[in-house]
């Protein structure tokens, strides 16, 4: 069975690139067969893999509008074991261009039905916004959406326009959609507002916000400038250790069996790094 989840938060900066990238390379890590989907028009997901966005000309742009077939743009990442859909500039334009078409919210939708069986999980990156992009991730996300929360002042601001907006989308076009879960990020444990913040959507989402928590990792940021996710990059820092860890908690949700011996194996003891 192939699970299609979307990270969608209509507030930029709140971790969503960062969390699909480190879950989509853990996940390949754990044996799962990944294709990562870059449907933001800033292309963050795929720079972060280390490909220069000015040079791609098929990608998720292209799905959308019809004009080439999902598996013919897909990038191979050999060393991570993972797929990319990536994010061609043209994507900046498709809000506008496809506002007349019929059917244009369920274009994604369509394209990852026909990619699903050559994979286990389909994992899209979606824009700060609540535009036709997102809603084409949400009418995608079979499986469900994954909300990135940064834990600071008024991280609740905004959730309930985008809850509203996920029932929106239920009713109309995709009755199964529910909440996978709420990431809390970027934790900062010696505040005591973080640990608030984090008591406050766990009261207001009981059970939905996942068990791992991502502090903030000096390293998480720096990945992204090498190029590399942070399973390749810093696997025993804190930000490592952390999406290690959601991605065991969100397999074994799923009921996909772990290898063993599981997250001893991604990062060797006796290294652990503190940034
Ligand atoms: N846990 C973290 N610790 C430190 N920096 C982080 C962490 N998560 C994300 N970042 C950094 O914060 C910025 C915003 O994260 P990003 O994942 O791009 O958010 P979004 O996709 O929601 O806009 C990026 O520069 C990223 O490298
Ligand atoms: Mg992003």
Redesign the pocket.
């Known amino acids: 069975m192939t699970r299609i989840y979307a990270f969608v938060n209509q507030k930029?900066g709140v971790g969503?690139?960062t969390t699909a990238i480190s879950l989509a390379a853990y996940f390949a890590a754990l044996g799962q067969r990944v294709a990562l989907v870059d449907l933001?028009p800033?292309a963050?997901?795929t720079s972060c893999l280390g490909i220069d966005k000015r040079t791609v000309e098929r990608g998720t742009y292209e799905v959308l509008t019809g004009n080439l077939r999902p598996s013919s743009v897909l990038l191979q990442n050999e060393r991570l074991g993972l797929s990319l859909m990536p994010a061609s500039p043209n994507l900046t334009g498709a809000e506008l261009e496809l506002v007349g078409e019929i059917g244009r919210e369920m274009r994604l939708r369509q394209a990852l039905e026909e990619l699903a069986p050559a994979f286990d999980y389909l994992l899209i990156?979606s824009?700060?916004s609540l535009g036709l992009l997102t809603l084409n991730a949400l009418v995608a996300a079979a499986s469900g959406v994954i909300i990135p929360v940064q834990c600071e002042y008024l991280a609740l601001e905004g959730l309930s326009q985008l809850t509203q907006t996920i029932a929106r989308v239920r009713s109309a076009y995709h009755p199964g959609l529910i909440v996978r879960g709420l990431v809390m990020t970027m934790f900062d444990g010696r505040a005591n507002l973080a640990a608030q913040v984090v008591a406050e959507v766990r009261s207001h989402f009981p059970g939905r916000v996942f068990a791992s928590i991502i502090p903030r990792s000096v390293r998480l940021a720096e990945a992204p400038s090498h190029g590399l996710p942070i399973s390749s990059y810093a696997p025993s820092s804190p930000g490592g250790l952390a999406y290690c860890a959601l991605a065991e908690e969100i397999l074994r949700g799923d009921g996909v069996p772990l290898p063993a011996p599981s997250a001893a194996a991604l990062h060797p003891t006796g290294t652990v790094d503190h940034a």
């Open positions: 930029g969503k690139t933001d800033q963050n997901a990156d824009p700060p």
